[in-house]
């Protein structure tokens, strides 16, 4: 399993099935199906540390939406699309604490494009912490929220890691939202599904690189964690196909990837609707046609 | 072969022998290696219907320069490919007529990255028709040259074909380049090869999707086509690790590429040698050092 | 009058009457107020040749619309906004002719800001003509739109009015629709008002530089002008702050000019509403909030 | 003097000269003139208190580079303005310490283009402290940099200098160089003119709105302030015209800038000569050229 990479708790959770074969519950795991909006939603609890080695996954709350229809641009699925990704988010919160932003964070590489929802999404938060500072009473139904990208190690020389804690030691958020790209197993899954989990972000995910991992322990506060699969890894899908795992060494590049045709406008589209997500999660009183006027 | 698609000649070539399982050679196809500026060039002649059918690839010169270190940035590398692709050039571009400019054409879609070579081409190029006209002492030892980025269907309503057979119709050019991203078979040739050929651009090429060839039947003028794979499809690919003819069906949506992992910066740089080096072939009387700093 | 260089019918008009400091109608002019979904609106109209004398404008029908309150973004403004902008749009446009496009020129320079306005607008077009073309039925309700950024004379060597004529000699559109950005006099004016007209679009316009018009004569068919005042020269504010009528010689330099701190949002906000308007006066089925998901 | 903005200090000096109507010298200040690369450097520095309130500056050393020629692309103008930038650094800079880096902080709104070159002069830095950490060897011959574009208070609800006094608390620089846009009083100094000082920077200034000034003070290491004047205020230019300490009221909106109308490229052009001057400076076994080609 660990030469077919994925960060989705979910894929971990079907692939350990389907080499189990069978449909024995995985100790020290739960998994449940519902639906939000409309969307598939699927819940993969890691209860406790032998269901994160047989997953490779910390302990915590992954949720998973699945957004089909979404790229089709079907009328009401965007704005649905926001509403569950606000819904979801809201569970994992923790409760806001007063005169504590909360610190939302996009990593990645504007310059890659699977790897830019992170900035993307950064473009899309609406921060208030210097708008109730300056006039609390106009923005007194708001939460206090304050966003940044963090840069990548190869154009910062310091990780995102760093940067994140640099802050937390300054702001003292009640909580930190970071959104990121992350690398699927299946096809299937890119650009359509929604990651959600309460365990932070761990090392070596995603299209990047990052090496300290964000979480509880290392900034000191709860981290949620936003993901979507933007990526396979051309590897990966390679020993898929060959039903191997070993997989073929295709090139001698530092990767390579499989990734939609339209990933462009992909990201763009998503990047919008967690934005927007976690704007209204973060400000209930807005709606999320609201924040398609006021940002753009 | 149908199932394995690749927008190079020498690939198609290849394919045949590696089919034939032999080393005979192909009736009406003519293959040679040779160097330019250190870099390998294979020359591959389509000389007759009977070659064309074979590879599925019209009638003409293809030359394939392979631009190996150049993303290593290996200190000369950058100028040296800047020249191979002149010289190369060269040996195709008809001899130029007098008032008659050469039109460079960039095809594809600038908001997607892997198609965005023309359009970035044709911001690296350097245009002289108006200077001409208006400062003929000037500007005399400079070609004539005019370029455009032809846009695609879906943001246009217009074909390609269309667009560049309208201004053929009123500049009458000498003869237009055409520049566009590619398909190849193999994940080794993304990014590092270069191929230019006589015979234009056959529909369904590349990353994009024009129906309308561009070539000398089409707009009247003889038409050098300039391209580098940039995308491998991710059904020929596994095709090809299944050994198979039947390419499987990886997904329900309009496609799936296989790209470099730095797949952004790897078009800028290309599209600044491609650029630089079809100007360097139209002005000799410019250095590419000249170039770098008059075009950014 | 010639020293204080003005794109708006509107204001030669109002110039005409402060110099002439009477209430006098001009003759061959002659100009009305009212107002279109709460937005004022001012039609004036150049009669003959010697009200086209008397305001250095084309006879024509030229419509100003004031936007206040939408850069402020309050809540019902954009919506509004691209209504207005159909509905003016709509009085100006000749009828439909069956099998024949509408053509949406994008004029000027996407590389500087106040002149991308037309470049923007290009890219929020719907364009059909290909899909009517492939799938009638599904497109009965939509009209047939092409749609192109015609690019600028120092990048591609070509003047837009080659580009353009090139392209109605081929597809024969029904009219053309341009959009450009403009030099106002009045700083009140910048991003705030939109100008349509019937006139076409007159050579030296603009902060660029077209010498050809797009006009009726010379392309054949009706030309419906829009555009937006972007910038103000900065030798025409010094004139009027000095109540010259000589400008001073500020700088050696091509041109300095006078835009809003925040120019770059204005201009993208203002290519929405110009590009949706557009949009609904060629496509009356579609709502505005419709075009913003569909487009983005 | 309070009603015609500047941030150079070059300018206060001529303005007190010229309302001084004398040419005596103002008591703590000192300036002199040379030339570093055939460009004129000024030299202005502010000795005491008394000097300080005169220039309404902190007091430091000020020195302003004219790139004249350098906008016309004469040919060895761009590397002649890299060596001179690096070269006047290089005297303001304190001496390196080991392992400790130097942060370079891009201040400013990369959506607002004028106030951009902050955000592209960090793309234009070599930042090495993570490679030397990991391959100290291969890079020992380079100095250790970070590098971070600090973000602006609307669009991350921290302040510049939060941002920047957190990551100081956590890395230890040796030093920080603080890069910014700034207002100017003359158009003729518009994106011609560099000044590098050693007092950092004051709230206020430039096309941003920074409030806590970034200096040895507030981050607790020297700070090196390079800015380059992108705009003149609307009405300090107005002022200026009508020769009168009281601005006019132009206009109701947050501001109105005068700018060279091909800002877009005279700021893409200006981030790289001050980005590979720094580089140049903090990295001195390089050559203008290397960076030309390893940075892009």
Redesign the interface.
Known sequence: MRNRRTDLALESHQLWQQQAGQTTQLPGVKAEDRTREGFPVTAVQVLDREGARALDKEMGTYLTLTLDGL?R?E?DS?FRAVRAVAAELSTLLPPPVENS?VLVVGLGNP???PDALGPLV??HTL?????IAQMPDTFAGFGC?????A?V???????SG??V???C???HPSCVVAVDALAARS??R?CRTVQLCDAGISPGSG?GNHRTPLNQETLGVPVIAIGVPTVVD?AT??AD??NSDQP?D????????????????QI??LS?VIGYGIDLALHPGLSPE?L???L?
């Open positions: 790229e641009r009328e965007f932003p310059a890659i494009t950064h473009r921060v208030t912490r210097h708008l929220v304050a966003g940044i990208a840069g190690l190869g154009t910062t020389g310091l990780e760093e940067v804690s640099s802050l030691r300054t702001l096809v299937h890119l299209v051309a899908l390679a196909l060959l073929p295709l090139d001698d590049r530092g990767g390579l990837f499989v990734t939609p045709r339209d990933i462009d406008s763009r589209l919008r609201e398609e006027l006021l753009d």
